[in-house]
């Protein structure tokens, strides 16, 4: 007691109610049927690759680069064998090994490009929704012009920009992630920026302001936390994006060297030639690695959808606590002694009344 | 099969109407064995607050709930069962036999499509009638609920139409087919008080003109009084007491009847005691907020002139005394409102707050003047921030001004949740965990926490059930008595005023049309648009309705001279 | 009524002013990402001239004059609508743009046939039976469309029906008798559907749409995924909206409920989303034509990249960015058509 530390803890400010300490088990346990099927499977992808890449040294029977093993070289185009299990590539090395290195790659671009973007996505559009006027009409230019643009030819060019010839695998995966981000800032910027602007005509926002808050506390304490609901969604829908555009930059010979780093989208491209001679299995395996982490994290980003944005809907409509109250004002019209107070605390918290089932709201186009 | 002359005297027979929704956990009985009648050429109105299932036992008739919900018992339109019939059968019961008017006629009518396609769809769907010859009959629908110009205004799409011409689209496309029933959900809510008054005459003449049955679902005790017949009262899925609406209105037998009629502001009536406690302050004290020749305009769309919300206002509010601002959608009294304590900048004329003219101050000495405001919303589930337990939502104020310890802020929310009613326990809770009335309240606490001179509180009940209202004003007037604040009263609501206001001030178009004391304003109004105003709020009692509904229409008739 | 169209015509104009600054913002930013590499001489030559010769070559060029005044030139060379020609073959990028802007726009057309065939009805068949498989299954495969690059769908089309089945070709927009015949034909209109129809010859049209078959049902595969998304969420909110459970409650029979009420209000969004499914498409064309050896747009501009030929390069991506300010604009037009309460 007694601690006049304002930074301490006020117990007004006790933690948000039970369930939230894991959201992910909190989320699993919303959802039913189809949906936590969609969900479970979505999750289980993801975290498959996670391990893969985490583990790719020990798993891996080569090195990514390797064209050579304890027997001299692994030779050409070779179909699936039990020494190659997904066989070998046009330059000769092992695909499996290939494919696992690959999600090393996939795995730290998708963090890179995600994180650089919100970092840089999500203040500038509260700053730029919270602020207005000019300010916000020269980024939502700026930003809507480049949203327009097509995204994959704007990796290109950024990635051209800023690789500039650079071949370390840090190196490459950097370039990937700063041009998935320069493609992905004005997405984040379009989603927060009109969510703050919504956000700003809500009446909580009025009231810290007529508490005389300040902008800074307003944008970033009360504003911020309210419109980052729509950031999970978007986040996957980031993640996806990013391999997608990591591999769409390989293919067209934009991306990371191959000696630097594996790369699923330059091995199919390699693989575009062979297939002319009926060799599939340097094609298909890099193409289904591919399919399935963005097939992951697209259910995952469905579901969240799902899930999430009903939830939200608190607004309005009658609680069963409104109920609740109301019981306990005709019980204490019918019997004089007011106990209602009392009743009334121990209503049960809910809420949504009966309203027709969950369902999505505006999903985003690519 | 019934015949044609008979068709339109049915009679509606409920019995042992349940309906259940299907969660996730437990199912939601929303309606439990509710039964009533409903003759031919009667309204019948079923009242009831949010939640009580009044409008789910009328849709469930027409089949109109979602797929989790489940019926039981039994609905008959003469030998029609109406529980559990489907597809093709249910399809031509609606719109021909019992037909809908809904609450909120702009998201009820198909955006891209005009009103006159909507009223000839209506048709074609159960009588074999020509594109042309439906258009015809559109038109003299659109006569008949009293659109000027028909023949022009078939071709309007919803937007461009204002919210009573849509409800009267509404009405016309209920009456399409001469239905038998019509179930008004609602029918007035979302409009204005005078043009809830006009919808009303309109239903009232057709009823009078066609004798078509109405169910009559709402909340509002006045249009009850104004329309029905008979009353059956709804309260948490149940029909707790029914009666003709002479008899319910003078003695109502169920406590929560009761209780509803207590709670009902009427205005005219005295107020009640605790309202009127202390007398009002003299008009001659200091003023705490001056506005002169006040102009708030609005850039117009892309293209589009600028909007005036407010234009030239003058306006004085002195100390102690409550100022209630009235005025429907669109008149601008909630800017004025938001001007007072600086959320929203006047683009002309001067505001004096507190003795400082807003005009000069920086943001920094704006927002120390402004910790002697307080400010209630509308919506108390949108004012306070749902990730802030109520607590600090409380003494969010204090903490943004660096005023007193965690401790003595911790008290000082137990202090004002005392103050308004909640227990001290609810400081821990988040908002939506509390109702609607609980969160009003603590969003009263929050206006309150610094002790401020000047309260404004915009519409602070109308989102609240009328008994939940009631015991809001309550806390409010008493804590106005006991700390003396001055406030600013936004409302539409006359009733209200009538219970809690010393001035009244009323606004029409951004102008301020009519001032004066609460009694000379409501009992000897000077000003047309005043007298429409007062003669058009229905009174929550039969017999004083039918009256006024006589004054009403010759005030009418003596205003179009 | 009559305000309100003089108020839709207001907007189309402003709209269409707007469409310079999103080309020069777009152009400036290009411009000088770009530069930031370094001039084209340098980037494309680097390393096999010798300083002096660079140099001389920058001089002559005017590339060693400061940057600004570089753009402002640049700019001006745009607004006479010159864009230059390439480093590398000396094409005018205006005749590239005609002869491989043609490609492209059919490919785009034939892609975007086969998404409306696929899309919009399995979309409204997902809505239809929300949440039931066909809705299930229906969305896997829209989230497999959507996670599948269009370049391995290429690879895999490839794989089965022309190297395993052999029943179509894998690239080119044509056999090369045909297109040799078509060429000598004489003033080309440069679609090639167009100059087979007008050869009047039933095996060159045949061998003309054999090779757009698979090109088309990649890159509309991948658009049509987008579609059902796009669908299957509108139509389930407008299912939902005050309006269609009016239409049901005055006994509208549900066929026409949804197809007169939900439908049209469902493709609202849609038709919006379509102005940013431009870009998507012209970004996926580069990758499918790359597949598919298709020479449009995308084809020779990842050549012009791949040979760092950066004055190329800037000519067609102001291009693009013309195309897709334009476009913008014309679904904002769709828009105002089909939406009456777009007349701010």
């Known amino acids: 007691m007694a601690v006049l530390d304002p930074t301490s803890v006020p117990a007004v400010r006790t933690p948000p109610r039970a369930g939230r300490k894991i959201p992910g088990l909190a989320l699993i346990r919303s959802t039913h049927g189809l949906q936590r099927a969609m969900l479970l499977i979505g999750i289980g992808l993801i975290a498959f690759f996670v391990v893969v890449a985490l583990l790719a040294d020990v798993i891996a029977p080569y090195s990514f680069n390797a064209i050579r093993g304890p027997d001299g070289l692994f030779g050409t185009q070779l179909p699936p064998s039990s020494a190659h299990l997904l066989g070998t590539t046009v330059g000769g090395m092992d695909v499996l090994s290939r494919i696992i290195f690959g999600a090393r790659t996939a795995v730290l671009v998708v963090l890179l490009a995600t994180a650089m973007s919100i970092v840089v996505g999500v203040p500038l559009g509260v700053f730029s929704g919270y602020v207005g006027g000019w300010v916000d009409r020269v980024f939502v230019l700026v930003t809507d012009a480049l949203y327009a643009f097509p995204s994959l030819l704007m990796a290109i060019i950024v990635s051209v920009m800023v690789s500039r010839g650079q071949s370390s695998a840090f190196g490459g995966i950097f370039a990937a992630s700063v041009s998935i981000t320069v493609v992905f800032v004005p997405k984040y910027f379009r989603v927060i920026r009109n969510a703050t602007m919504s956000a700003k005509a809500e009446p909580y926002v009025d009231a810290a302001r007529v508490a005389g808050a300040r902008p800074a506390r307003i944008m970033f304490g009360h504003i911020l936390a309210n419109v980052s609901q729509s950031l999970p969604v978007l986040a996957t829908l980031n993640a996806s994006e990013a391999i997608l555009t990591l591999a769409g930059l390989g293919f067209l010979g934009f991306g990371i060297e191959p000696t630097a780093a594996a790369e699923w989208g330059y091995d199919l491209n390699k693989a575009l030639s062979d297939v002319t001679n009926g060799i599939w299995w340097t094609g298909v395996f890099p193409g289904i690695a591919i399919v399935l982490i963005v097939a992951g994290v697209a259910l995952v980003g469905e579901s969240l959808n799902d899930v999430l944005n009903p939830l939200l809907r608190t607004r309005g409509g009658a609680t069963t606590a409104d109920e609740a109250e109301l019981e306990a004002m005709v019980r204490s019209v019918a019997t004089q002694p007011t106990m209602t107070d009392t009743a009334r605390a121990h209503a049960p918290p809910s809420e949504q009344s009966p309203a027709p089932p969950s369902s999505d709201k505006e999903g985003d186009e690519r | 099969m019934t015949t044609t002359a008979l068709a339109s005297l049915a009679h509606l027979a409920v019995r042992d109407l349940s309906v259940s929704f299907q969660t996730d956990g437990e199912p939601i009985r929303a309606v439990r064995r509710i039964a009533f009648d409903v003759k031919p050429g009667e309204i019948l109105a079923i009242v009831g607050e949010s939640g009580s299932g009044k409008t789910v036992s009328s849709r469930a008739m027409l089949g109109l709930l979602p797929r989790t919900a489940r019926i039981e018992g039994s609905a008959q339109l003469d030998d029609t069962e109406l529980?559990?019939?489907?597809?093709?059968?249910?399809?031509?019961?609606?719109?021909?036999?019992?037909?809908?008017?809904?609450?909120?006629?702009?998201?009820?009518?198909?955006?891209?499509?005009?009103?006159?396609?909507?009223?000839?769809?209506?048709?074609?769907?159960?009588?074999?009638?020509?594109?042309?010859?439906?258009?015809?009959?559109?038109?003299?629908?659109?006569?008949?609920?009293?659109?000027?110009?028909?023949?022009?205004?078939?071709?309007?799409?919803?937007?461009?139409?204002?919210?009573?011409?849509?409800?009267?689209?509404?009405?016309?496309?209920?009456?399409?087919?001469?239905?038998?029933?019509?179930?008004?959900?609602?029918?007035?809510?979302?409009?204005?008080?005078?043009?809830?008054?006009?919808?009303?005459?309109?239903?009232?003449?057709?009823?009078?003109?066609?004798?078509?049955?109405?169910?009559?679902?709402?909340?509002?005790?006045?249009?009850?009084?104004?329309?029905?017949?008979?009353?059956?009262?709804?309260?948490?899925?149940?029909?707790?007491?029914?009666?003709?609406?002479?008899?319910?209105?003078?003695?109502?037998?169920?406590?929560?009847?009761?209780?509803?009629?207590?709670?009902?502001?009427?205005?005219?009536?005295?107020?009640?005691?605790?309202?009127?406690?202390?007398?009002?302050?003299?008009?001659?004290?200091?003023?705490?907020?001056?506005?002169?020749?006040?102009?708030?305009?609005?850039?117009?769309?892309?293209?589009?002139?600028?909007?005036?919300?407010?234009?030239?206002?003058?306006?004085?509010?002195?100390?102690?005394?409550?100022?209630?601002?009235?005025?429907?959608?669109?008149?601008?009294?909630?800017?004025?409102?938001?001007?007072?304590?600086?959320?929203?900048?006047?683009?002309?004329?001067?505001?004096?707050?507190?003795?400082?003219?807003?005009?000069?101050?920086?943001?920094?000495?704006?927002?120390?003047?402004?910790?002697?405001?307080?400010?209630?919303?509308?919506?108390?589930?949108?004012?306070?921030?749902?990730?802030?337990?109520?607590?600090?939502?409380?003494?969010?104020?204090?903490?943004?001004?660096?005023?007193?310890?965690?401790?003595?802020?911790?008290?000082?929310?137990?202090?004002?949740?005392?103050?308004?009613?909640?227990?001290?326990?609810?400081?821990?809770?988040?908002?939506?965990?509390?109702?609607?009335?609980?969160?009003?309240?603590?969003?009263?606490?929050?206006?309150?926490?610094?002790?401020?001179?000047?309260?404004?509180?915009?519409?602070?009940?109308?989102?609240?059930?009328?008994?939940?209202?009631?015991?809001?004003?309550?806390?409010?007037?008493?804590?106005?008595?006991?700390?003396?604040?001055?406030?600013?009263?936004?409302?539409?609501?006359?009733?209200?005023?009538?219970?809690?206001?010393?001035?009244?001030?009323?606004?029409?178009?951004?102008?301020?049309?009519?001032?004066?004391?609460?009694?000379?304003?409501?009992?000897?109004?000077?000003?047309?648009?005043?007298?429409?105003?007062?003669?058009?709020?229905?009174?929550?009692?039969?017999?004083?309705?039918?009256?006024?509904?006589?004054?009403?229409?010759a005030l009418r008739a003596a205003t179009r001279q | 009524m009559r305000t309100s169209r003089g108020a839709l015509l207001r907007y189309l104009a402003l709209r269409l002013v707007l469409i310079i600054p999103t080309v020069f913002i777009l152009v400036s930013v290009v411009f000088f990402f770009m530069r930031v590499i370094g001039d084209p001489i340098t980037a494309a030559q680097g390393g096999r001239l010798s300083p002096e010769q660079l140099e001389a070559r920058r001089e002559s060029a005017g590339y060693n004059r400061p940057v600004l005044v570089q753009y402002g030139e640049y700019l001006s060379q745009v607004v006479r609508g010159d864009f230059g020609t390439s480093f590398s073959d000396h094409r005018r990028i205006s005749d590239v743009l005609i002869t491989n802007g043609a490609a492209t726009l059919e490919l785009v057309i034939w892609a975007l046939l086969v998404a409306f065939l696929v899309g919009i009805p399995l979309g409204r068949l997902a809505a239809r039976f929300h949440d039931r498989i066909a809705d299930v299954t229906i969305r896997s495969f829209a989230i497999l469309f959507y996670a599948a690059p269009v370049f391995f769908v290429g690879l895999l089309l490839k794989l089965l029906f022309s190297s395993k089945l052999g029943w179509l070709p894998s690239s080119g927009r044509a056999s090369t008798d045909v297109q040799l015949a078509l060429d000598r034909q004489g003033s080309t209109t440069h679609f090639m559907i167009v100059d087979a129809i007008r050869s009047g010859n039933g095996e060159y049209i045949a061998d003309v749409l054999k090779h757009a078959v698979l090109p088309a049902t990649a890159l509309g595969l991948l658009t049509a995924g987008i579609f059902i998304r796009l669908i299957r969420i509108n139509m389930l909110e407008t299912m939902r909206t005050d309006f269609v459970t009016a239409a049901r409650a005055r006994g509208v029979p549900e066929r026409k409920v949804v197809s007169r009420h939900a439908y049209r209000n469902a493709l609202i969004p849609v038709v919006t989303v379509m102005g940013m499914e431009i870009a998507l498409l012209l970004g996926s064309s580069i990758l499918t034509e790359t597949t598919f050896e298709w020479k449009g747009i995308g084809y020779i501009l990842s050549q012009y990249l791949l040979a760092r030929d950066f004055v190329a390069v800037q000519g067609l991506v102001t291009a693009i960015a013309i195309v897709v300010a334009v476009s913008s604009f014309l679904v904002d037009v769709i828009n105002a058509l089909v939406d009456p309460r777009v007349r701010y």
């Open chain 2, 83 to 553: 529980v559990g019939l489907k597809g093709e059968a249910v399809r031509r019961v609606r719109g021909d036999r019992i037909s809908m008017i809904f609450q909120e006629p702009s998201t009820a009518l198909d955006p891209v499509r005009t009103v006159g396609w909507q009223i000839s769809e209506a048709l074609r769907s159960h009588r074999p009638l020509s594109r042309k010859a439906a258009m015809a009959r559109a038109v003299e629908l659109l006569d008949l609920v009293g659109i000027p110009d028909p023949e022009v205004r078939v071709h309007c799409y919803p937007h461009q139409m204002s919210g009573g011409q849509k409800q009267r689209v509404m009405i016309a496309m209920a009456l399409s087919c001469d239905p038998e029933l019509i179930v008004a959900d609602e029918p007035t809510t979302a409009l204005d008080v005078t043009v809830q008054a006009q919808i009303l005459d309109l239903l009232h003449d057709l009823r009078e003109k066609l004798g078509t049955a109405i169910i009559l679902i709402t909340h509002n005790m006045g249009v009850v009084a104004d329309l029905a017949d008979r009353v059956a009262v709804m309260f948490q899925g149940e029909i707790v007491e029914e009666n003709s609406a002479a008899e319910l209105f003078a003695n109502p037998h169920h406590p929560y009847t009761q209780h509803l009629l207590a709670a009902v502001p009427h205005l005219g009536k005295p107020r009640p005691a605790i309202m009127d406690e202390v007398a009002p302050p003299p008009v001659a004290s200091r003023v705490v907020m001056a506005m002169r020749d006040l102009h708030v305009s609005f850039p117009g769309r892309i293209g589009s002139p600028p909007v005036h919300a407010v234009r030239g206002v003058n306006l004085d509010l002195h100390a102690h005394e409550i100022l209630a601002l009235v005025g429907e959608s669109g008149s601008g009294k909630t800017t004025l409102g938001r001007c007072a304590v600086g959320l929203q900048e006047p683009t002309g004329g001067v505001i004096e707050l507190l003795g400082t003219p807003l005009g000069s101050v920086s943001a920094r000495d704006l927002r120390t003047l402004r910790r002697r405001l307080g400010f209630v919303f509308q919506d108390p589930a949108a004012s306070l921030n749902p990730r802030m337990s109520v607590g600090a939502c409380i003494t969010e104020p204090m903490k943004v001004a660096q005023e007193g310890t965690v401790g003595e802020r911790r008290a000082r929310a137990a202090e004002l949740l005392e103050a308004v009613e909640l227990p001290v326990e609810f400081a821990e809770r988040y908002p939506h965990e509390l109702s609607g009335g609980q969160r009003q309240r603590v969003s009263l606490a929050r206006a309150l926490v610094m002790r401020p001179e000047l309260v404004v509180a915009d519409e602070p009940t109308s989102a609240l059930d009328v008994s939940v209202q009631a015991k809001v004003l309550e806390v409010f007037v008493r804590l106005q008595h006991e700390t003396g604040f001055a406030c600013l009263f936004i409302t539409h609501d006359l009733a209200v005023v009538d219970m809690l206001a010393d001035r009244i001030a009323v606004m029409k178009d951004g102008e301020l049309v009519e001032s004066g004391t609460a009694d000379e304003v409501l009992r000897a109004p000077r000003e047309d648009y005043t007298k429409a105003l007062i003669a058009a709020v229905p009174l929550p009692d039969p017999v004083e309705q039918a009256l006024a509904r006589q004054r009403r229409r």
